[in-house]
């Protein structure tokens, strides 16, 4: 079956802009996560979706970043007053439930290049 | 702070030699371990993981990791490797302390010469 998809798979913008980047999870998928990866470093975690509510949000590194799940299915990562520092690719992954034994299933990224 | 740690950043083998990326990590209690994989071009993907039970785990594609409480470390190997295991690998926990999050360690670069 389809995977986690990811849109744009690459965006350039520039300092100051706004951006929206997309995930749609596997099909019947309830958890949901956002994580951020920069260059030479691991994926570090943003923010987990159980359903349509942010079940944990620690990891979002200020108040420029928000993510919804309204129909707890596709998820959009907003970023706002985007900074050269914001640039990294953003993964997101999807479980079948929150269970810590649940696999999680990550998409391709969305390769953000803030100018 | 807890984290995982990967000391290998880039580890150069030529086929057939055996491997072993190490992984430790730093949280008390009980902690789930995981191994993935980033082939060139492709997604994260899971190599394997470990929540209790027989501490010597075996994934996809011949790896195995081992879990070693007393050393805080999850060691991922595999006794022949391939060119095509050339890839990042990453190690990653989830603490158990009710957290869902991945924290993930740096990854390793593993080049496989033909």
């Known amino acids: 079956g389809a995977g986690v998809s990811q849109t744009p798979s690459n965006k350039v913008t520039e300092k100051g802009k706004y951006v929206e980047l997309r995930c749609d999870p596997i099909?019947?998928?309830?958890?949901l996560y956002w994580y951020r990866q920069s260059l030479g470093q691991g994926p570090e975690f943003l923010i987990y979706f159980q359903g349509t509510g942010a079940a944990d949000d620690s990891g979002l590194p200020n108040d420029r970043f928000f993510a919804v799940r309204p129909e707890g299915s596709v998820s959009t990562l907003k970023i706002q007053r985007t900074e050269r520092g914001d640039s990294a690719v953003y993964l997101c992954a999807s479980s079948l439930t929150r269970g810590r034994g649940e696999t999680q299933y990550f998409g391709p990224g969305t390769r953000l290049l803030v100018l | 702070a807890q984290s995982v740690s990967q000391h290998n950043h880039h580890v150069i083998l030529s086929e057939a030699a055996s491997l072993e990326l190490g992984c430790n990590y730093s949280?008390?209690?009980?902690?789930?371990l995981f191994w993935y994989v980033q082939y060139p071009g492709q997604h994260l993907q899971l190599l394997l993981k470990y929540f209790s039970g027989d501490p010597l785990v075996k994934g996809i594609k011949g790896f195995e990791a081992e879990f070693i409480k007393s050393k805080f470390s999850f060691n991922l190997r595999k006794p022949s490797v391939q060119w095509s295991d050339t890839a990042e690998y990453f190690c990653a926990a989830i603490p158990d302390q009710g957290a869902q999050k991945l924290v993930f360690g740096q990854g390793t670069r593993l080049t496989i010469n033909p």
């Open positions: 949280y008390g209690g009980t902690v789930n």
């Open positions: 099909s019947g998928h309830t958890a």
